[in-house]
């Protein structure tokens, strides 16, 4: 009973909410960095959106019809005659039940939800572009650590073969730090792959250079904001609506109708005996009441009902996934500020090592090596920090996809 009361009072709320035009801009904090014939087709696929939905809107005008026939025949007498007749006929419904008010308003909610469709393709495709951006540029990050860690394990392969020739440790560490070098230098390869397949993906999108692109700093959005400005959230609402008038299309279909219907004739021949010509034009004019009785009109009614109850449990549904995404973000970038708040610890701690060891340097306890390896290390977890970041903005990112700035 309960749920019963939710849906009532939703769709209540639905039926009072106004059905306003849907725009979208990328001049904000998200740049469209589509190519121009990605844009192109999603431009053309909202045009003819609006050009369907148009013919939606109008479907309840009946056209005019005009016929003409013409005919030639022989009688018994061997004369033969013609006939030619011009019409133009019309019947127009004028008061469906409310039907003809509900075709207008489903055709402005299922153009608001297909338009909604087509902006989240579009927006799904920009957000995309600006993440392999943020990928890139974490991939030179992460590039430029290996390069330091290589740089450590050359260190440390230079002190093993010096402690090897004084023997004081046997050749295994040495093949160790040899190995480690190696499977090091692997993984530099393996991002520069990366980077590849990354670049393609992003060819495929835009035809910019993703080099010279800048990349947004974004902010979290507040939860009230994100739900406010979900437009899947929207879609579902609107599909909602959609059902809604389209039941009420349904029911009007089985109750009275009234409808005016006109023909204006024109019949021209030669039909009589006497071979004479003749014309005759004449009109007609009417009223038509019509109410169908259908042995299957409950069940139909009853079925659309449903499916628009159906669309509002969605609708709830849809409203709780955005509601648990958004949290799982947020713990995910929890996550993530604590992995920053350790990198720039051991950023300070490395600091501290380093005035330590230029220190004992100074004193000749110390080797440059040991210097060298300190300052590599530093920089890794300054690099941490700031791939850490940019693993934050991509979360962020995905609250932007789904709302409209």
Request: aromatic content about 8%; hydrophobic content about 35%; cysteine-free.
């Amino acid at each position: 009973m309960k749920g019963s009361s939710v849906l009532k009072k939703l769709s209540l709320l639905f039926r009072l909410l106004p059905l306003i035009p849907l725009s979208f801009s990328y001049g904000g904090v998200i740049e469209n960095h589509l190519s121009e014939p990605k844009n192109r087709l999603f431009d053309y696929s909202e045009k003819i959106n609006s050009l369907r939905s148009d013919i939606l809107r109008k479907s309840w005008i009946s056209p005019l019809m005009l016929n003409y026939s013409t005919s030639r025949t022989s009688n018994s007498f061997g004369r033969d005659g013609r006939n030619d007749i011009f019409t133009i006929s019309m019947d127009q419904p004028i008061f469906k039940s409310g039907g003809i008010y509900s075709a207008i308003k489903y055709a402005s909610a299922l153009e608001g939800a297909n338009s909604m469709d087509i902006e989240l393709a579009r927006r799904k495709s920009v957000i995309e572009a600006v993440r392999i951006l943020m990928e890139l540029k974490k991939l030179k990050l992460q590039r430029r650590q290996l390069q330091l860690l290589v740089e450590n394990d050359e260190i440390d392969i230079k002190r093993k073969k010096e402690q090897y020739i004084a023997g004081i440790i046997d050749s295994s560490f040495l093949d160790q730090a040899i190995l480690q070098r190696n499977r090091d230098k692997t993984s530099l390869l393996g991002l520069r792959l990366q980077e590849v397949s990354l670049l393609n993906s992003f060819r495929l999108l835009s035809d910019k250079d993703p080099y010279s692109l800048k990349i947004p700093r974004l902010k979290l959005i507040e939860k009230r904001s994100f739900l406010a400005s979900n437009m899947e959230i929207e879609r579902e609402r609107l599909e909602a609506l959609s059902k809604d008038y389209e039941s009420s299309m349904t029911l009007s279909k089985y109750l009275p109708s009234l409808s005016v219907f006109g023909s204006y004739n024109d019949e021209k021949g030669d039909y009589d005996i006497s071979m004479k010509d003749y014309s005759d034009s004449y009109y007609r004019v009417g009223l038509r009441l019509s109410m169908p009785i259908n042995i299957n009109s409950l069940q139909d009614i009853e079925a659309s009902r449903v499916e628009y109850l159906k669309s509002m449990v969605q609708l709830q549904e849809k409203r709780k996934e955005a509601e648990n995404e958004y949290d799982t973000i947020l713990t995910t970038i929890s996550l993530i500020e604590s992995k920053i708040a350790l990198a720039r610890s051991d950023e300070k701690l490395y600091s501290k090592l380093l005035k330590s060891t230029q220190e004992l340097y100074r004193a000749g306890s110390k080797t440059k090596l040991d210097i060298d390896t300190l300052k590599n290390s530093m920089q890794m977890a300054r690099l941490d920090a700031q791939v850490y970041e940019l693993e934050k903005q991509i979360q962020l990112l995905k609250l932007y996809e789904k709302v409209n700035e």
